[in-house]
């Protein structure tokens, strides 16, 4: 993430000046991007690995779409079991990455398993899906994720869409990238606006995302968000998949701000804007 200038601190005299100054000088600083570049790691993280749950579900044979081709997120790094019977009228897929970083078609480096539980039809309307990871690692950052996907079926406009809530979860970062603990919990609501005529093919997918949450960031700070304009992910994207929209952060203590991703240009840039004062921060990975 890029360096910024902090703006230089005013002086104070007593404790009351303080306190009114922060009231009326609420200002942009660092602390603002790192909460946010958090925020939205721990989001494309748990993006990542709804669409790997939604990929395994839907292959009839329990395998990713086109595991060993560019259709695919991992290309030939999963393998993919799935099990029917064990457990009446659930089914249990677990995607194994194997224990050593193999490098998938998006470019990051996974290993761990993700574990899913199922239960109903895949995209059945109703059906809910529970998705939790093991010793799963992105990028050498640990991955402790536990979320639910209840499938709303389609809307009026023929796309399909889901209610997703992520539980008290983690990502724990590596020391070459930062070191930390990012935690977070989330109540989204996602519809899938792109992609679903060609089902084998990953990299045409578009998701326009709503809702809320809270957290922490790597360096202990505690926010809660809200999605003001629904945020577009675009899988066609290598560098973050975050191109539009916008949503308000807001540090414990301290006014919203607003973190915009732009206007659907594939970058790994975004913008927050406190006040009258707008900076360009970069998204971590």
């Known amino acids: 993430m890029k360096k910024l200038m902090l703006g230089a601190l005013l002086g104070i005299a007593t404790i009351g ?14 602390t603002d991007s790192d909460i946010a570049g958090d925020n939205s790691l721990a989001d ?3 993006d990542d690995i709804f669409k790997q749950a939604d990929d395994a579900l839907s292959g009839g044979d329990g395998t990713l779409k086109d595991a060993d081709a560019n259709g695919s997120l991992n290309g030939p790094c999963a393998t993919v079991t799935a099990d029917s019977t064990s457990i009446p009228g659930k089914r249990h ?11 998938g078609n998006d470019g990051k480096f996974r290993r761990g398993k993700i574990d899913i539980m199922h239960d109903g039809k895949p995209r059945q309307a109703g059906s809910v899906t529970t998705v ?6 992105v990028n050498d950052n640990k ?3 536990d979320k639910t996907i209840t499938n709303n079926g389609f809307n009026a406009s023929n796309q399909l869409s889901w209610n997703i809530a992520v539980n008290n979860s983690k990502i724990i970062l590596a020391i070459a990238n930062g070191g930390g603990t990012i935690s977070w919990s989330s109540s989204r609501s996602c ?14 997918d578009k998701y326009e995302i709503s809702g809320d949450g809270s957290g922490t960031d790597a360096k202990g700070n505690s926010y809660t968000m809200k999605i003001t304009s629904p945020i ?3 899988f066609s994207c290598n560098q973050s998949r975050f191109v539009k929209g916008f949503f308000e952060i807001t540090p414990n203590g301290k006014a919203a701000r607003v973190i915009d991703f732009g ?8 913008s927050i804007t406190v006040g009258k004062t707008t900076k360009t921060f970069t998204l971590k990975k």
Do not use: H
């Not at 939790?132 to 690692?137: G, H, N």
């Not at 206007?263 to 975004?270: I, K, P, R, V, Y």
């Open 143 to 145: 991955v402790e994720l």
């Open 191 to 204: 519809t899938w606006i792109a992609g679903i005529n060609t089902p084998k093919f990953i990299f045409d």
């Open 17 to 30: 000046a303080m306190c009114l100054q922060s009231c009326t000088r609420d200002r942009w600083n660092q």
């Open 44 to 46: 494309a993280t748990s």
């Open 263 to 270: 206007n659907g240009t594939c970058d790994n840039l975004a």
């Open 232 to 234: 577009v992910i675009d």
């Open 93 to 103: 897929v677990i995607i194994d990455f194997g224990t050593t970083n193999c490098q």
């Open 132 to 137: 939790k990871t093991i010793d799963y690692y």
